[in-house]
């Protein structure tokens, strides 16, 4: 308990100067105990503990944290596509109810690997933006069901040591690029700015998703982690957006009101199941004046239902309950020709306002934060969108490339933030990102395709790389300032996260790891250690990381990279400031030696 000012009344004796120099003593014997005891964990990392400002340390003399030099071993082999928080070796552990075994589920700190994951053998370094998006090597993706199963639909086709893309899906066997340019037809907005951030649930290989980008649309490609198809590692090493996930019986890591447009090519959802909550979900996230894009079960269902292995009455009663469900949640079907649907949810609240108080499903109380979305269970009602930020809304947001740079409503929802802040950010970034580019040189070429941005704020990072050959991840700590709508609203794309946990994607998925004060920022509650093994798992071999940190922990920092084979040399902040350092780190390209066992 802390005692107030003046509360402690009685005079130091010498006896009680003789007990507290022999605590001290004590206390400080314990502490080179404790010391001993970490030194020797499995880990080998003997770290020298200068946090604690009470001891008086010789390290804590030199103003930075200090540990001593150490090497992480290699995990085994069959951890070369090992994604710690959706691990299918623990599935037996959950349910199979409404897939929730997909979800993520972490492990406890103490199963938790401390090794380096592995390549698979014959790893090279992937094919450069934009020749990727149509090929890749087969070493680095070295999964042969999928090509069996889904090469008849032009997913993919192996070709010698390459998978070759030609464009294909489910629902448009005879190329993507024709299947846009209905949809195209179908939403104008497409063409002239108006939609510029989606999402696509069930990705297949991102095909849609890579078609879009010439478009000026920026697609997050959400799948679930399996066995077979490993449909986000495809994409990412395509260098097209994607992120592991399902909607199960948790929210999506999104705020709400963030997508201009959701898709669905025969994604199998079972969208008006368990009371329709997975199209409310779509609903949360989607902005107001949004589109859902449906092709497949059950729409066009008079032409398709002998393909299905179905009857057309059962069909017909699929659509009228789809219907039924989009009507009662403010959807008007927008648009539709042949295999495509298009439904727009409201624009503004007229339509919420109508609905009576037992209308079903029924609308979230307040209760419920609509941008709650880190491990946030999913329930039975839909969101309807505050009226106060109308602004948020498709229709009267800026056309993109305009609203990139406009400070946007909801920046009012973040304390401390307003359009100034919201200014000084971007000139901020567009200097820092001039001299990144003197540090690595290689930013801003198609040698760094998949970045992300770890700890981002108002995505000023992105925004200062937009013209580059490069899309960034918008990372959010849940545990921090919800900045993530005010990236959404620029036209960007993010996720929440917390770095205490794996990401959700696999190995070898980022070009570039890039870190803004995250140590200062979080070490307090991650291990440090952990961090940098999660960054090694998710960087290229050849990808780069750039570590923008306080003095106090970039020299640690260094020696823990270089305990995980990177090479790092450390510079000075574009002004010079001596209390701020950054690490320009690359990790090596290894070999397993076929002696990991963790």
């Known amino acids: 308990m802390k005692h107030k000012d003046g509360k402690l009344i009685h005079q130091p004796n010498k006896n009680r100067s003789l007990t507290a120099a022999i605590t001290i003593i004590v206390l400080c014997g314990f502490s080179f105990y404790l010391g001993g005891v970490f030194k020797s964990g499995n880990n080998g990392v003997d770290v020298i503990n200068t946090i604690q400002k009470s001891l008086d340390s010789p390290k804590q003399s030199s103003g930075s944290l200090q540990i001593k030099p150490f090497s992480f071993p290699e995990c085994s082999n069959d951890y070369q596509d090992y994604t710690p928080c959706t691990d299918p070796k623990r599935w037996r552990k959950y349910g199979t109810y409404r897939l929730t075994l997909l979800e993520r589920h972490c492990p406890p700190i103490f199963e938790r690997k401390e090794c380096l994951v592995p390549p698979p053998p014959g790893y090279k370094p992937p094919i450069r933006w934009p020749k990727s998006r149509d090929e890749c090597w087969y070493r680095n993706v070295p999964y042969d069901w999928i090509n069996k199963q889904k090469s008849n639909q032009h997913w993919l086709i192996k070709e010698g040591e390459k998978f070759q893309f030609p464009g294909g899906g489910t629902m448009f066997p005879n190329g993507v690029g024709e299947y846009v340019d209905l949809m195209q037809d179908l939403i104008p907005g497409i063409k002239d700015g108006s939609v510029r951030t989606a999402i696509d649930t069930g990705c297949g290989v991102a095909s849609w998703g890579g078609d879009l980008l010439d478009r000026g649309v920026l697609t997050i490609s959400l799948a679930p982690r399996d066995n077979h198809e490993a449909q986000v590692q495809f994409a990412l090493e395509r260098g097209i957006p994607a992120i592991l996930g399902v909607i199960s019986t948790q929210r999506l890591p999104f705020p709400s009101n963030s997508f201009d447009m ?124 505050m009226e106060k930020y109308k602004k948020s809304g498709l229709t009267y947001m800026p056309k993109w490339p305009q609203r990139l740079n406009v400070a946007p409503e909801r920046i009012s929802l973040v304390q401390g933030s307003s359009s100034s802040t919201f200014s000084h950010d971007n000139s901020k970034w567009k200097k820092r990102i001039q001299h990144y580019k003197k540090l690595l040189p290689d930013l801003g070429t198609n040698k760094i395709r998949n970045v992300m941005d770890m700890n981002t704020a108002y995505g000023g990072f992105a925004a200062s790389l937009i013209n580059d050959p490069l899309w960034v991840m918008n990372v959010v700590s849940s545990y921090g300032p919800n900045t993530l709508p005010v990236v959404f609203d620029r036209g960007l794309i993010g996720t929440f996260h917390d770095w205490c946990e794996a990401f959700s994607t696999y ?84 070999q397993p030696s076929n002696s990991g066992s963790r």
């Open 262 to 385: 959701a898709h669905c090519s025969r994604c199998l959802i079972p969208w008006t199941e368990f009371g329709g909550i997975y199209l409310q979900e779509i609903h949360r996230i989607l902005r107001p004046g949004g589109f859902w894009v449906l092709s497949g079960p059950p729409v066009n269902y008079e032409r398709r239902w002998r393909g299905w292995n179905t009857t057309v009455e059962e069909q017909r009663t699929d659509y009228e309950k789809l219907q039924d469900l989009l009507t009662s949640m403010c959807f008007k079907l927008y648009n539709k020709k042949d295999d495509i649907y298009v439904w727009q949810k409201a624009k503004d609240n007229a339509c919420y306002d109508k609905l009576s108080r037992d209308t079903y499903p029924p609308k979230c109380d307040d209760s419920l934060e609509p941008d709650s979305a880190w491990y946030t269970p999913l329930r039975a009602c839909f969101v309807v969108p």
């Open 507 to 590: 190995p070898r998925t980022y070009d570039l790891l890039h870190a803004d004060g995250f140590f200062t920022a979080e070490s307090h509650r991650c291990e440090m250690k952990y961090v940098m093994l999660e960054m090694d798992r998710i960087l290229r071999p050849g990808g780069h990381a750039i570590i923008r940190e306080s003095s106090y922990f970039a020299d640690a920092i260094a020696t823990m990279a270089k305990g995980m084979r990177w090479i790092c040399h450390k510079e000075n902040t574009e002004f010079g400031v001596e209390k701020e350092k950054i690490l320009v780190c690359q990790k090596k390209l290894w």
